[in-house]
């Protein structure tokens, strides 16, 4: 079996969820939820979890990638899972699909990035909990360090629902809420004593 990518006792950010601050400047991470699948100190990187590609089915990808079995399930939606190699696909996936390049991110989600997970899922089995993306958020050497300093991004531990649920549009709200902290009195202005 493969090593975790982080232990419970590590103090970086993999099997955690990064939330962008009301006033992130990037408008490419405005409002979004990132889970992060590691984080050491040579950097970061993670998958957005709350918007959707309009422009590609899973289908869609199927046939590109000349995958022939198909599965009838409409609700596998690929998702933009950051700006960084965005032709290059990851599944994060709950823990009951295992292969040889599967990644366990935490004790209960994993990353695998094969056309063999996109057979499975096609085909009907693959991992129960899936999330589709094409891309990657990602950050060099003291990078992330840095923005969550400069109050770009909260941190809050990841649930399943959080993760695999399907409703995109509350996602970010919700991810804010688990910390009981209304968004509206969020500032994007660091504090230094």
């Given at each position: 079996?493969?090593?975790?990518?982080?232990?419970k006792?590590?103090?970086?950010?993999?099997?955690?969820?990064?939330?962008?601050?009301?006033?992130?400047?990037?408008?490419?991470?405005?409002?979004?939820?990132?889970?992060?699948?590691?984080?050491?100190?040579?950097?970061?990187?993670?998958?957005?979890?709350?918007q959707?590609?309009?422009?590609l089915?899973?289908p869609?990808?199927?046939?590109?990638?000349?995958?022939?079995?198909?599965?009838?399930d409409?609700?596998?939606?690929v998702h933009?899972?950051?700006?960084?190699?965005?032709?290059?696909?990851?599944?994060?996936?709950?823990?009951?699909?295992?292969?040889?390049?599967?990644?366990?991110?935490?004790?209960?989600?994993?990353?695998?990035?094969?056309?063999?997970i996109?057979?499975?899922?096609?085909?009907?089995?693959g991992?129960?909990?899936?999330?589709?993306?094409?891309?990657?958020?990602?950050?060099?050497?003291?990078?992330?360090?840095?923005?969550?300093?400069?109050?770009?991004?909260l941190?809050?531990?990841?649930?399943?629902?959080l993760?695999?649920?399907?409703?995109?549009?509350?996602?970010?709200?919700?991810?804010?809420?688990?910390?009981?902290?209304?968004?509206?009195?969020?500032?994007?202005?660091?504090?230094?004593?």
């Amino acid at each position: 079996m493969a090593e975790h990518l982080t232990s419970k006792d590590d103090p970086f950010l993999s099997g955690q969820l990064l939330i962008a601050m009301p006033g992130m400047k990037d408008e490419r991470f405005s409002k979004t939820v990132i889970y992060m699948c590691a984080h050491t100190p040579e950097g970061a990187m993670g998958l957005v979890l709350n918007q959707a590609l309009d422009t590609l089915t899973f289908p869609d990808l199927l046939e590109q990638l000349g995958i022939e079995e198909q599965v009838d399930d409409n609700n596998i939606r690929v998702h933009v899972g950051g700006p960084v190699e965005s032709g290059r696909g990851f599944v994060l996936h709950s823990m009951d699909y295992h292969q040889e390049a599967t990644l366990p991110v935490d004790d209960d989600i994993a990353l695998t990035a094969t056309i063999d997970i996109l057979k499975a899922i096609a085909r009907g089995r693959g991992p129960r909990k899936r999330l589709l993306a094409l891309g990657y958020a990602g950050w060099g050497p003291g990078q992330l360090d840095g923005e969550i300093r400069a109050n770009g991004w909260l941190q809050v531990p990841a649930t399943h629902s959080l993760v695999f649920d399907t409703d995109l549009d509350t996602k970010w709200e919700r991810a804010i809420a688990t910390l009981g902290i209304d968004p509206m009195m969020l500032s994007d202005e660091a504090g230094h004593a």
